[in-house]
């Protein structure tokens, strides 16, 4: 991750409605909010269009952000929150994940293989480090 000065003067900037900010935020973050969503859904589509949904929600609520909070940390929130309202509405199976993003890890697989709930469980507290 970049520079805590950095990252605070691009929130304070996305904050005041400056879109450049917003973007250089986009870039810093995208790769592990990407990942933690793929984990999550199991589906190279459904992620995709559930980031850029996280990141919609995110420009949304930029003005809510607190300043203690990091970034990251707050943007898996919203992409956490983002995933569980997609899996509610539409209440699908989990679908069969791209080999392509993490090879031929047994690791991933496994993950795969486990029930969203406990998908979830395990990704946010295991992986994430996020506690309940």
Known sequence: MQDNKLIKALVLNAQLGNNSAFEQ???ITIEPIYVLILRLTCN???AEILTKKTYVNAWQKISQKDEFSSILSWLKKIAIETVLV???IENKSAGILDVKIFGDNPFEKY???LEFRNRLIYILHDIEN???
Do not use: V
């Open 25 to 27: 935020l986009y870039q």
């Open 44 to 46: 190279t589509s459904s």
């Open 86 to 88: 997609d899996k509610s």
């Open 111 to 113: 993950i795969q293989d």
């Open 130 to 132: 996020l506690s309940f």
